[in-house]
C-alpha cells in the first residue's frame, strides 16, 4: 500500500472513529449532551481536528443519518428477498425495521429527526439518496403486493406512509416504555396491527 492510499485509509478510519464516539455518547448521555467536543475528547484528539472532518455537529449528525439508513437498505433488501410471497415479504421487512431500531437506536433517532437534525419531506431535492433508497424500496416491494392481490392503489405513495408511520409510531412508543407489555408484545401488535392495514387496503370500499 503507498502511502497516499494508507493516509487515506487512515483519515477514513479516524473519520469512523469520530461518528461512533457521537454514537456512545448519545447513547450514554442522550443526543443533547453530544457536542463536537465532547467527541473530540472521547477520541483523544483535539476539537480543530474534528473540524477537519465535519464542520459541526449536524454535519456529524447528518453523516449517521446517512449511515443508518445505508444500513437499514442492506437490512431491508435482505428481507426482501428473503422470499417470494409478496405479503410475507413485507412483514418480513416490518420486522427487520423494528429489530434494527432496537438494536442500534441512538441511530434511529437520528435517522427519524429525534437528534435535532432532519432532511426534509421525502422528495425534496435534498433528501439524502439513502433516504431515497429506504422508500423506493418498500414503494416496490408494496407494488409488488397490490398487483398479486389485485388492488387498484390510486396513490400508492400513500400507503408507503401508512406504513412507515405505523411502523414508526409503534417503534417510538416502545422506545420511550409508553406501551405495557414489553418490546415482543409491541412487536406482536406491530405485525398483526400490519396484517390490518394491508387486509384494509384491500377490501376498503372505492369511490
Not at 409478496?86 to 432496537?102: I, N, Q, S, V
Not at 416491494?141 to 405505523?166: C, I, M, N, S, T
Request: net charge neutral; charged share 25%.
Amino acid at each position: 500500500m503507498g502511502v497516499k492510499q494508507r493516509r487515506e485509509r487512515e483519515k477514513q478510519e479516524l473519520r469512523q472513529k469520530f461518528l461512533a464516539a457521537a454514537r456512545q455518547i448519545a447513547a450514554e448521555e442522550g443526543w443533547q449532551s453530544v457536542t463536537t467536543r465532547k467527541v473530540a475528547e472521547r477520541v483523544e484528539y483535539s476539537q480543530s481536528t474534528l473540524y477537519e472532518y465535519f464542520e459541526n455537529k449536524e454535519a456529524i449528525l447528518l453523516a449517521l443519518l446517512r449511515s443508518g439508513y445505508e444500513q437499514m437498505v442492506v437490512e431491508m433488501q435482505v428481507a426482501f428477498a428473503s422470499t417470494d410471497d409478496p405479503e410475507a415479504r413485507l412483514l418480513a421487512m416490518t420486522e427487520a425495521y423494528w429489530d434494527f431500531a432496537f438494536r442500534a437506536p441512538e441511530l434511529y433517532q437520528v435517522m427519524h429527526g429525534l437528534a435535532g437534525i432532519s432532511y426534509g419531506v421525502y422528495g425534496h431535492p435534498d433528501t439524502p439518496v439513502e433516504v431515497k433508497q429506504s422508500f423506493a424500496l418498500a414503494r416496490e416491494a408494496l407494488q409488488q403486493w397490490a398487483e398479486a392481490k389485485g388492488v387498484q392503489v390510486p396513490e400508492l405513495r400513500d400507503l408507503v406512509e401508512a406504513r412507515r408511520g405505523l411502523i414508526h409510531g409503534l417503534i417510538t412508543l416502545g422506545m420511550a416504555n409508553r406501551i405495557a407489555g414489553g418490546a415482543d408484545r409491541i412487536k406482536h401488535i406491530l405485525q398483526e396491527t400490519m396484517k390490518d392495514l394491508l387486509y384494509a387496503w384491500i377490501y376498503r370500499p372505492r369511490g
